[in-house]
């Protein structure tokens, strides 16, 4: 099964972003996120064993007590740069959500699970592109767009998900919750 582990978003800020999709969608056909999929990544963990599924629950239940997390949603970009676009995300301000995702590294190291090389840069992803197509459309309307401001929430937990693929793209799956503090 394939696995990450991630933060929810909140009604709210989802349905703003879905404004968001509903406005950009038409300057570039790329892949949009459906709504419902949309979250805030803290460890991808890729294929596991349902065998094994006890202990990497058990692993992410160890960590240490912490408070809850204040989360902003706001500006907009591209992975890796706006020329030559694979991702198109929403910028999360967060400076204690590092903290979860070394801690969430820490904790599965001793299962096999190397951490994460890449530095942490949590975001949203709102669009894939897998193919070079125009995004100048794109590029323009939110140049044009005022400055994104899309809520925050608190986040007093993680979840670990299940990603399955399907035709109209990935299903996520909660598995299990873990409360950031005891």
């Known amino acids: 099964m394939r696995l990450f582990t991630g933060l929810d978003l909140p009604p709210d800020v989802i349905a703003n972003l879905d404004r968001l999709i509903d406005q950009l969608g038409p300057t570039a056909r790329i892949k949009w996120s459906p709504a419902a999929n949309l979250h805030i990544t803290t460890r991808f963990i890729g294929e596991w064993p349902d065998t094994r599924l006890a202990d990497l629950r058990a692993a992410l239940g160890g960590l240490a007590s912490r408070a809850a ?9 591209f992975y890796p740069n706006p020329h030559a676009p ?6 999360i301000e967060a400076p204690e959500l590092a903290g979860v995702a070394a801690a969430i590294n820490a904790a599965i190291a001793p299962l096999g699970l190397p951490p994460e090389e890449r530095p942490f840069s949590p975001h949203l992803t709102l669009a894939r ?14 140049a044009a767009l005022p400055t994104p401001d899309f809520g925050s929430f608190t986040a007093a937990s993680f979840f670990l998900y299940h990603s399955r693929p ?9 598995l299990a919750e873990f409360p950031l503090s005891k």
Do not use: C, M, N
């Not at 997390?69 to 970009?77: A, E, P, R, S």
């Not at 592109?129 to 939110?142: C, H, S, T």
């Not at 399907?166 to 909660?174: D, F, I, L, R």
């Open 69 to 77: 997390i204040t989360v902003h949603v706001g500006k907009l970009g």
């Open 86 to 91: 694979r991702i198109f995300w929403a910028g």
């Open 129 to 142: 592109i897998k193919d070079r197509v125009p995004v100048q459309a794109l590029r323009e309307a939110i």
């Open 166 to 174: 399907g035709p109209a793209g990935s299903v996520y799956t909660k």
